[in-house]
């Protein structure tokens, strides 16, 4: 028997459920040919996810690599324009398909930064936005839902995010793996060149509480908290700071002069 499901909100608990959200994220640069203007950025980060019943003090274990590419699965979909264009200083632009390994140095730095995806609004197509799939068990199958906003994190290897949606707030942590990257020729109609640099992006979702401490985390308080929690190379959604009960705000006890 399988260690994940398939979520469906009649037979499940959200917030003992981590969502573990697995895809390419890339960056398409798409540069004029004449170079006189600024290249023109889009993130794009698509997938399927997978729910872990993760409510109890076990750590919870990612799913193999090769079971998100389950079609059944439920899917998400994100993207968004850049303006101004990300800083090229420190990596990806010089880069060439000869040289690019993929493997480490600048190619993977240059994707360390914050990215904001807001108004999911499955109806339309924006320039940014946050889709994703759920069955809700009522007959209906896979239906597609929206962020009200997501602020996701970069560093390194690891990712972290922060948002909300009609279900409740959320924190997320997960990692970032792999390098590749791509040429596509000049369109002759446009003149346009577009170069696409993709890594892995694995993220646990956890729902909380609204009056959970943590709804009210920023970014960098979020991965301060999961750093710290990383012992012993467990992954980064069993860090105390993802777990499933409700963290309470501390009470200031006012000492009596």
Not at 70 to 87: D, E, G, M, S, W
Not at 99 to 107: E, L, T
Not at 111 to 132: A, C, I, K, N, P
Request: charged share 20%; hydrophobic share 40%.
């Amino acid at each position: 028997v399988p260690s994940y499901f398939l979520p469906r909100r009649a037979a499940m608990s959200w917030r003992d459920t981590l969502f573990v959200w697995r895809g390419p994220f890339s960056r398409v640069t798409a540069r004029p040919e004449n170079n006189k203007n600024n290249p023109a950025v889009t993130w794009q980060w698509e997938g399927t996810w997978i729910g872990l019943d993760a409510g109890g003090k076990d750590c919870a274990k990612a799913p193999a690599v090769a079971d998100f590419a389950n079609n059944a699965l439920p899917k998400f979909r994100a993207i968004a324009y850049v303006t101004p264009p990300a800083p090229m200083s420190s990596g990806p632009a010089s880069v060439s398909p000869q040289n690019a390994s993929g493997s480490s140095g600048d190619c993977v730095g240059g994707f360390d930064r914050v990215y904001s995806f807001v108004g999911g609004d499955h109806t339309r197509r924006t320039l940014e936005e946050m889709q994703w799939q759920l069955d809700q068990g009522d007959g209906n199958g896979l239906a597609w839902f929206g962020d009200d906003y997501i602020d996701i994190a970069v560093e390194n290897d690891l990712v972290v995010a922060v948002g909300g949606n009609a279900f409740g707030p959320f924190v997320a942590a997960g990692y970032v793996s792999g390098y590749r990257y791509r040429v596509e020729q000049p369109c002759q109609v446009f003149r346009i060149a577009n170069t696409t640099e993709t890594r892995d992006v694995t993220l646990a979702r956890r729902y909380l509480d609204t009056k959970d401490l943590r709804a009210s985390w920023t970014l960098d308080t979020l991965k301060r908290e999961i750093r710290s929690g990383m012992i012993n190379g467990t992954h980064a959604w069993n860090a105390p700071a993802m777990a499933a009960a409700t963290m309470k705000k501390c009470s200031v006890v006012k000492r009596k002069r």
